[in-house]
């Protein structure tokens, strides 16, 4: 019987068959050939090329956004602030500067200028990372400092920083590199004590440390799926030079470290005289890299985030405007949900001025204001939907009627 003639492989691109061709490599479904395996390297390398000039072509020193205009974006969503609003603007403005920096023949480069913002919870510190990342035309990305742990412990690694970054950036390695992240919680990992470890320090120093390389500018390997490492794992390499860190915490407590400091250099006759001068219901504005040491930044850390800029307890006024006037105020929020039922909500003014009480009475902050209105509004949202009903006034005896139904104690717990 006669041998069956075999069916000679080709190439699924080019359709040349294994004897035309150097070698073949074996698919799932198909084959290709060595000369167009090196085309399609070719293709890839000039892509990869072309997404790098993309990235510097989308920024223009002409229509950058300046320090100002940054500002007045931020104004319309965030209520005062202006201090933090002016290092924030001018830091990003910068960094924009920082991407279009070229080679003038001299030996000057921009270095980048790392911020961390200190302010009580409930004074816009996230609001504003969210709020300027609208703006940008590079990737943002906000982390939370509190899920990292030290290399070898449960949690997330360092890396897992950038590979938020990676999947805003979609994985365009050269764009990602260009971006800028919000770290928030950074006084979560501040260390347990004044003095250094000895041993590891799971979620505290040991975190500032692992901080150390990805703030300064280094070559880190990321995974691209976040989590742990494995040793089989195929890594991205993501160079953190020209990526901005901005940094934002709490550190509560940290009011005592800057009296005590301040009260060192009220000795003698001059005591009084500089006391009278310091404003002691907001000592916040007194912040110094030294604060951030005493309470438990480690210094290596503190001169990798050279900006340092601090936000303002709310006043009462202040606490008013955030109630209704940004575009995304939270009166404005419940509007629009009603309006979505067809139905007009309307406050009486007394109405804000019981919410504002409320806030300070259970000192709850800005984020506070929402959780009291949450409380008024959650029977009307509740029962109206159901209803034909095409208007709700808000009057302050249904508000302090809900209030009163409510626990106390959940609002204080905020």
Do not use: W
């Amino acid at each position: 019987m006669a041998e069956t003639k075999r069916t000679k492989n080709r190439c699924s691109f080019c359709g040349r068959s294994e004897d035309e061709v150097g070698f073949l490599i074996t698919g799932l479904n198909g084959f290709i050939c060595d000369s167009c395996a090196s085309q399609a390297y070719e293709i890839t390398q000039e892509a990869m090329g072309s997404a790098k000039e993309d990235v510097s072509k989308k920024l223009n020193l002409k229509d950058l956004p300046k320090p100002k205009g940054i500002k007045e974006f931020l104004d319309e969503y965030v209520i005062g602030q202006d201090d933090a609003k002016r290092f924030l603007s001018v830091s990003v403005y910068n960094h924009y500067k920082r991407l279009l920096q070229k080679d003038a023949g001299d030996d000057v480069e921009i270095e980048k200028s790392n911020i961390i913002m200190v302010g009580s919870t409930g004074t816009g510190k996230t609001l504003l990372a969210r709020t300027i990342a609208k703006l940008l035309n590079v990737p943002f990305t906000i982390v939370d400092a509190t899920v990292l742990t030290e290399a070898g412990y449960v949690g997330e690694d360092i890396e897992s920083i950038l590979t938020r970054l990676l999947q805003v950036a979609d994985y365009n390695v050269p764009e990602a590199e260009r971006g800028i992240v919000f770290i928030d919680e950074i006084d979560k990992i501040a260390r347990k004590g004044d003095n250094p470890s000895i041993t590891r320090d799971v979620s505290g120093e040991g975190v500032q440390q692992g901080l150390l390389k990805l703030l300064e500018g280094s070559i880190v390997n990321v995974p691209p799926q976040g989590g742990r490492k494995h040793p089989d794992q195929k890594m991205i390499p993501v160079n953190t030079k020209n990526i901005l860190f901005i940094c934002g915490g709490a550190f509560d407590g940290i009011e005592k470290k800057i009296a005590q400091r301040l009260n060192t250099h009220v000795v003698g006759y001059s005591a009084v005289k500089h006391t009278a001068n310091i404003d002691k219901n907001n000592l916040m504005q007194y912040i110094a890299p030294q604060d951030l040491k005493a309470f438990g930044l480690i210094p290596e850390i503190i001169g990798r985030l050279p900006v340092l800029t601090y936000l303002n307890p709310l006043d009462r006024e202040a606490l008013r405007a955030i109630l209704t006037e940004p575009k995304n105020s939270i009166i404005k929020q419940y509007v629009k949900l009603f309006e979505m039922d067809g139905v007009r909500l309307t406050f009486d003014d007394t109405v804000f001025e019981y919410i504002v009480d409320k806030a300070i009475e259970f000192k709850l902050g800005a984020r506070g204001l929402r959780s009291i209105v949450e409380t008024i509004m959650i029977d009307s949202m509740f029962e109206i939907p159901s209803t034909h009903q095409d208007s709700f006034v808000v009057t302050l005896d249904y508000a302090q009627q809900q209030i009163a139904k409510a626990n106390p104690g959940r609002l204080q717990s905020v």
